[in-house]
């Protein structure tokens, strides 16, 4: 059973940073993709971030661009979501993913973390 337990998220004020960690079950999802996805209240959940299993690419929605950075460490077994320069727009619950083969931006992830809260005040 592969479990993904993200840690990291918290209350901030607008302008701050945190970063969010995720870390796998098994060493496997080191040939993964992996992905960051967000939902906040009354929305749809969105994609975030990615990387490819080598982290040699990622992509990232064009809201977060220049203020988050994914990252990967395989020998650990995690992925990262350095969020910087936080709006009280970010205020969501952020979700990791896996997949195997190719990252995409959409939510069709073979495994999903259980969240965790990440608050923005103004």
């Not at 993200?6 to 080191?30: D, F, I, M, P, Y």
């Not at 993913?97 to 931006?105: D, E, I, P, R, S």
């Amino acid at each position: 059973q592969v479990q993904l337990v993200e840690s990291g998220g918290g209350l901030v004020q607008a302008g701050g940073s945190l970063r969010l960690s995720c870390a796998a079950s098994t060493r496997t999802l080191s040939t993964y993709a992996r992905g960051w996805f967000r939902q906040a209240p009354g929305k749809e959940r969105e994609f975030v971030a990615a990387i490819n299993w080598n982290g040699a690419r990622t992509d990232y929605a064009d809201s977060v661009k220049g203020r988050f950075t994914i990252s990967k460490d395989n020998a650990k077994n995690a992925v990262y979501l350095q969020m910087n320069n936080l709006k009280p727009e970010d205020t969501a619950v952020y979700y990791c993913a896996a997949k195997y083969g190719l990252y995409t931006n959409r939510d069709s992830y073979d495994y999903w973390g259980q969240g965790t809260q990440v608050t923005v005040s103004s």
